[in-house]
Every structure is written in structure tokens, then in C-alpha cells.
């Protein structure tokens, strides 16, 4: 039997893919995280996980982290992106552009230019605090390197609202504010949860910024995982799984998640 | 315009650039003191390149960044590859399958870096497979394809699809037909995958670890350790990567005004 090619055909490979090295190793991971170290099926990682004190107050200490982060980056973003979004000079695009481009500097590099600054500032009189200061570093480099990812689906969002839609609110005879939480934040809503969950997520997990600008005293929930990498595989599966449910329950509560906005500006 | 609205429009910008002022320090200030004499930040002593010099002297970081561009290339080059492919598939699928395809598609993109790394090292070691280049280079494909394939989705939709039934009508094969038809109205995306994925491989630090055969650096795993175990490292390597940041600095924005002006020019030539 000759088989004829299709063009459907042109997805088996992507798909095969995507079955061993991204459906079969969330299983693994679903196997580990309930099983004890004989391969016996037990609740003990999932019942050590939530009963360990010491546990669940760096779980709190990253969420906390994670929600400052977000908030902060949101306050940042939202005028940012909205000023740009609704100005009317030529260009505009070039100063979207200023804002992606720093993304392009490698991740570990541009924390270490962070780490720099914060060497500098702390040497000089009257910053001494800062040198001890490893949680605001923390958040800082965070909110510095996800900027971002929270401004552009934010801004192209923003950017397609109807201009009419304003001035028909403003006729209407609302005022300026208004209209902002009547007209503008429910339509941007989608820009919001986007880049909220990609700013949360990371935040949460991304123990590179804790460990270069916390002096590795800050412990978020990715470090975690990477500490029992090395000790205990069922309870980093443990923890791997209850991050992967949270992802799943976030996307699912925020009523999908729009995957274009993630392409860092390819697009723009 | 009164003044009113001048002061708000002041206002706006100067909101604009303080948090454009703030993204940049960083950036700039390792940029100024690379060209300084010595390896402290804060006092300007003289322009002297030694930190360049450097740089381009230490035979090892050198071997680094440059297995961290090959590396990005080919995980880079799969990955469109595999994903460009799979894209077309999937938009020539029936509704259900490409739905699934999506789905799972969209897990890394969504999912904690560290969870995608840690199921993948923990699978490498299930059925056996040691680490190597090659997991790497899979690791590299789990995060980059995704992103390939969302890069090029929207090309597809857009493209004119009556071409390639023209294309096959006249007599060529639908393999010449992809080709020859769709793949050039689709190349923008391609490319723009391409990119994006070689940026995703050459940020990367997590995946990278997880997946990584013993004793490969990249400019990430090596600046993380340089900065976090300062021990085996003298202030000098530090400061090399002042001198590596605004190299990156520079091609990039060098990158971007170039493909502006392009653009531009293209843009003009439509009209």
C-alpha cells in the first residue's frame, strides 16, 4: 500500500513531540509526586508537603513575593501602556519597541546589571540599607525584568478599543474616571489576565533573581523544587504538581489564556 | 491647547520616560563602566578597553558564548522546523484534532519554567537516556517550538488559500504546491519564530540546567555561577561581563534599527 502524503501528515511530528516530552513527563511527574520511594502508591509527599510549617511558610513568602511583584508591575504598566496606546504622535511603535528590547539581553545578564547597580547604590552614604534589604531586591529585579511581559499585552489590547467607544461614553455623560473603570478597565480585561498570569508564574518560580539579588537568602518555590531535584524526586514532584494545578486553575478561572499576547513583541 | 492639557501631556511623557530611565540604568551603567581601567563601579578612572581585551583573551568564555549561539541555533532550527510543520497540520486538521494539538502545545508556554525542566529530567532518567547535547537540544525544543508554531498560526489564517488549489490545479504536486505557495506566504511568521526561538534558547537558564550534559555552560549557567560563587572567579571575569553585556547591547540594538529602517522601506515600496 502506498501511502499518499497529505498535509495533515506535516503534524504527526509535532505531535508525537508533543506527546513524549511534554504529556508523558507531566505524567511522570503525576506518578512520582503520589508515590513513595518503593513506587508504592501514598498520600505521604502531598500530606509531609501540606503539614510541614516551615514549608507552607515559604509557599506564603513566595505568594507574597509573587503578588507585590504583579501588583507593582501592573501599576507600572497599566499608565504605560495606556498613555502610549491612546497618544497620538507618529512612531508610537519606537517607544513600544524601547520597552521589548531590553528583553533581548540575555535574562542572567541583565540581573547581574541589577546586581551592579544595587553594589553601587548600597556603597554610597545612606543607601547602607540597602545592602541588607534582599526581599526588596528581590521584588525589585523581578518587577524590572517582567515589566514587559505585563506591558505589551496590556498595550495591544488597549490599542484595539474603539476610540468611538470614549467619546460615545463621554456623551453619554460620563466623566473621565467613568469611563475609565466603566469602559476602559473591562475591555482591557483580557491584556490584565494575560499579563498577570505571565508575570505571577515566573515570579513565583524563577529563583534566579531571588538567588543573585536575595544573596540566596530569599526562598521562592522554584528553588525549592530544585533543592529536592537533588534529594528527593517524589516530594519535588510534589510541589512541581501543585504549581502545575495552580497554572491550570488560573488559566482555566481566567477563562483562557491568549497565547499570542507571550510572543514578546515578534509581532509588534 | 491650553495649558491644562500641556501639563497633562507633560506629565505623561515624563511618566513614560522615568520608567524607560529606570529599565535602562542598569544597562547603561555597565555600558559606561566597560570602558573604564578599572574593575570598580562608581568612580570613573580613564577609557581603557582592558575589559574588552579581556574578554576576547579568556579562551574559555569565549568557547562559551560560542557553544551558547550554536546551541541556540540548532534548537532554534528544529524547532522551527518541527513547528512550522506541525502548524500547517494543524490548520489543515479537522477542528477537534487541531483544538487538542493547541492545547498541549500551549502547556510550556504556560507552565513554570522549572516544572517543564524537572518532568523532563525526571523522564530522562526514567527511560535511561543520560544526559547529553541531546537533551539539551530537546530541552531548548520543548520551550522554543511552541512559540514557533504561535508565530506562524496567525500567518496561516491569513494567507490566500484558493492559491494552493491553483497551485495543484495546474498541475503541481501538493509537496511543490507547500512549497512553492504557502511556505512563501507564511515566511514572515517563520521567521519571526526563528527569532523568537533563538532569543528563548539563548536567555534560557532553567531548562538549561535540568537538561544539560556535564560540564556544558552557557552564558547563563556561567554568569549565574561566576556572580553566585564568586570563589574560583577573579573581579576581572566579572567585569568581562560588563564589557559582554554592552556587546549583546549594542548588536541588538543595531538589530532592531536595522529591521526598522527595513521595514520602513518596505512599507514605502508598498505604496
Given at each position: 500500500?502506498?501511502?499518499?502524503?497529505?498535509?495533515?501528515?506535516?503534524?504527526?511530528?509535532y505531535?508525537?513531540?508533543?506527546?513524549?516530552?511534554?504529556?508523558?513527563?507531566?505524567?511522570?511527574?503525576l506518578?512520582?509526586?503520589?508515590?513513595?520511594?518503593?513506587?508504592?502508591?501514598?498520600?505521604?509527599?502531598?500530606?509531609?508537603?501540606?503539614?510541614?510549617?516551615?514549608?507552607?511558610?515559604?509557599?506564603?513568602?513566595?505568594?507574597?513575593?509573587?503578588?507585590?511583584?504583579?501588583?507593582?508591575?501592573?501599576?507600572?504598566?497599566?499608565?504605560?501602556?495606556?498613555?502610549?496606546?491612546?497618544?497620538?504622535?507618529?512612531?508610537?511603535?519606537?517607544?513600544v519597541?524601547?520597552?521589548?528590547?531590553?528583553?533581548?539581553?540575555?535574562?542572567?545578564?541583565?540581573?547581574?546589571?541589577?546586581?551592579?547597580?544595587?553594589?553601587?547604590?548600597?556603597?554610597?552614604?545612606?543607601?547602607?540599607?540597602?545592602?541588607?534589604?534582599?526581599?526588596?531586591?528581590?521584588?525589585?529585579?523581578?518587577?524590572?525584568?517582567?515589566l514587559?511581559?505585563?506591558?505589551?499585552?496590556?498595550?495591544?489590547?488597549?490599542?484595539?478599543?474603539?476610540?468611538?467607544?470614549?467619546?460615545?461614553?463621554?456623551?453619554?455623560?460620563?466623566?473621565?474616571?467613568?469611563?475609565?473603570?466603566?469602559?476602559?478597565?473591562?475591555?482591557?480585561?483580557?491584556?490584565?489576565?494575560?499579563?498577570?498570569?505571565?508575570?505571577?508564574?515566573?515570579?513565583?518560580?524563577?529563583?534566579?533573581?531571588?538567588?543573585?539579588?536575595?544573596?540566596?537568602?530569599?526562598?521562592?518555590?522554584?528553588?525549592?523544587?530544585?533543592?529536592?531535584?537533588?534529594?528527593?524526586?517524589?516530594?519535588?514532584?510534589?510541589?512541581a504538581?501543585v504549581?502545575?494545578?495552580?497554572?491550570?486553575?488560573?488559566?482555566?478561572?481566567?477563562?483562557?489564556?491568549?497565547a499570542?499576547?507571550?510572543?514578546?513583541?515578534?509581532?509588534? | 491647547?491650553?495649558?491644562?492639557?500641556?501639563?497633562?501631556?507633560?506629565?505623561?511623557?515624563?511618566?513614560?520616560?522615568?520608567?524607560?530611565?529606570?529599565?535602562?540604568?542598569?544597562?547603561?551603567?555597565?555600558?559606561?563602566?566597560?570602558?573604564?581601567?578599572?574593575?570598580?563601579?562608581?568612580?570613573?578612572?580613564?577609557?581603557?578597553?582592558?575589559?574588552?581585551?579581556?574578554?576576547?583573551?579568556?579562551?574559555k568564555?569565549?568557547?562559551?558564548?560560542?557553544?551558547?549561539?550554536l546551541?541556540?541555533?540548532?534548537?532554534?532550527?528544529?524547532?522551527?522546523?518541527?513547528?512550522?510543520?506541525?502548524?500547517?497540520?494543524?490548520?489543515?486538521?479537522?477542528?477537534?484534532?487541531?483544538t487538542?494539538?493547541?492545547g498541549?502545545?500551549?502547556?510550556?508556554?504556560?507552565?513554570?519554567?522549572?516544572?517543564?525542566?524537572?518532568?523532563?529530567?525526571?523522564?530522562?532518567?526514567?527511560?535511561?537516556?543520560?544526559?547529553?547535547?541531546?537533551?539539551?537540544v530537546?530541552?531548548?525544543?520543548?520551550?522554543?517550538?511552541?512559540?514557533?508554531v504561535?508565530?506562524?498560526?496567525?500567518?496561516?489564517?491569513?494567507?490566500?488559500?484558493?492559491?494552493?488549489?491553483?497551485?495543484?490545479?495546474?498541475?503541481?504536486?501538493?509537496?511543490?504546491?507547500?512549497?512553492?505557495v504557502?511556505?512563501?506566504?507564511?515566511?514572515?511568521?517563520?521567521?519571526?519564530?526563528?527569532?523568537?526561538a533563538?532569543?528563548l534558547?539563548?536567555?534560557?537558564?532553567?531548562?538549561?540546567?535540568?537538561?544539560?550534559?556535564?560540564?556544558?555552560?552557557?552564558?547563563?549557567?556561567?554568569?549565574?555561577?561566576?556572580?553566585?560563587?564568586?570563589?574560583?572567579?577573579?573581579?576581572?571575569?566579572?567585569?568581562?561581563?560588563?564589557?559582554?553585556?554592552?556587546?549583546?547591547?549594542?548588536?541588538?540594538?543595531?538589530?532592531?534599527?536595522?529591521?526598522?529602517l527595513?521595514?520602513?522601506?518596505?512599507?514605502?515600496?508598498?505604496?
Open positions: 500500500m502506498k501511502l499518499h502524503f497529505s498535509r495533515k501528515m506535516l503534524c504527526i511530528p505531535a508525537v513531540f508533543l506527546v513524549f516530552f511534554v504529556i508523558i513527563p507531566m505524567l511522570v511527574i506518578f512520582y509526586a503520589f508515590t513513595d520511594k518503593e513506587l508504592h502508591l501514598s498520600f505521604s509527599n502531598f500530606i509531609r508537603f501540606f503539614s510541614d510549617p516551615t514549608k507552607l511558610s515559604t509557599i506564603v513568602y513566595s505568594l507574597v513575593i509573587a503578588l507585590i511583584t504583579t501588583v507593582a508591575c501592573l501599576l507600572i504598566a497599566y499608565p504605560v501602556a495606556y498613555i502610549l496606546a491612546r497618544s497620538k504622535i507618529k512612531k508610537k511603535y519606537v517607544i519597541l524601547l520597552f521589548v528590547t531590553p528583553m533581548w539581553i540575555n535574562f542572567v545578564l541583565r540581573v547581574n546589571a541589577i546586581r551592579e547597580l544595587f553594589n553601587l547604590l548600597s556603597a554610597q552614604r545612606g543607601m547602607e540599607w540597602l545592602a541588607g534589604s534582599n526581599y526588596f531586591k528581590t521584588v525589585f529585579g523581578m518587577v524590572y525584568d517582567f514587559p511581559f505585563m506591558v505589551l499585552p496590556l498595550y495591544t489590547t488597549l490599542l484595539k478599543i474603539d476610540q468611538s467607544l470614549y467619546e460615545a461614553s463621554a456623551d453619554l455623560g460620563a466623566g473621565a474616571f467613568t469611563t475609565f473603570t466603566r469602559v476602559t478597565i473591562p475591555l482591557s480585561m483580557p491584556g490584565i489576565m494575560s499579563g498577570v498570569t505571565m508575570v505571577f508564574l515566573p515570579s513565583m518560580t524563577n529563583y534566579v533573581v531571588s538567588d543573585m539579588l536575595g544573596n540566596a537568602k530569599v526562598t521562592i518555590v522554584g528553588k525549592f523544587i530544585y533543592e529536592y531535584f537533588g534529594t528527593d524526586w517524589h516530594m519535588g514532584s510534589m510541589v504538581l504549581l502545575l494545578v495552580v497554572v491550570f486553575l488560573s488559566t482555566w478561572l481566567s477563562g483562557g489564556f491568549k499570542e499576547d507571550t510572543v514578546r513583541g515578534a509581532n509588534l | 491647547m491650553n495649558k491644562k492639557t500641556l501639563a497633562v501631556k507633560c506629565l505623561k511623557a515624563a511618566f513614560v520616560g522615568l520608567v524607560l530611565l529606570v529599565l535602562y540604568t542598569p544597562i547603561l551603567l555597565l555600558a559606561v563602566y566597560s570602558f573604564d581601567k578599572t574593575d570598580m563601579i562608581g568612580r570613573f578612572e580613564g577609557f581603557s578597553l582592558r575589559h574588552y581585551a579581556a574578554l576576547f583573551a579568556d579562551a568564555v569565549l568557547g562559551m558564548i560560542g557553544k551558547t549561539f546551541l541556540a541555533f540548532v534548537a532554534a532550527t528544529l524547532s522551527t522546523v518541527l513547528g512550522t510543520a506541525g502548524a500547517l497540520g494543524m490548520f489543515y486538521c479537522k477542528k477537534r484534532v487541531r487538542a494539538i493547541h498541549v502545545s500551549q502547556i510550556p508556554i504556560i507552565n513554570a519554567e522549572i516544572v517543564t525542566a524537572l518532568a523532563l529530567a525526571i523522564l530522562f532518567v526514567v527511560i535511561g537516556v543520560g544526559k547529553s547535547y541531546f537533551t539539551l530537546i530541552g531548548h525544543m520543548v520551550i522554543c517550538t511552541p512559540f514557533v504561535l508565530s506562524v498560526m496567525p500567518k496561516l489564517k491569513q494567507m490566500d488559500n484558493s492559491l494552493y488549489e491553483a497551485a495543484l490545479d495546474l498541475g503541481a504536486s501538493p509537496m511543490k504546491a507547500l512549497f512553492r504557502v511556505l512563501p506566504q507564511i515566511i514572515p511568521g517563520v521567521i519571526s519564530g526563528f527569532m523568537l533563538v532569543t534558547s539563548l536567555d534560557d537558564y532553567i531548562v538549561t540546567v535540568y537538561t544539560r550534559p556535564a560540564g556544558f555552560e552557557t552564558i547563563s549557567t556561567y554568569v549565574y555561577n561566576a556572580t553566585m560563587k564568586g570563589n574560583a572567579h577573579t573581579a576581572q571575569t566579572l567585569s568581562s561581563f560588563w564589557a559582554l553585556t554592552t556587546i549583546i547591547f549594542l548588536v541588538i540594538v543595531l538589530f532592531v534599527v536595522l529591521s526598522n527595513s521595514g520602513i522601506r518596505r512599507k514605502e515600496a508598498r505604496k
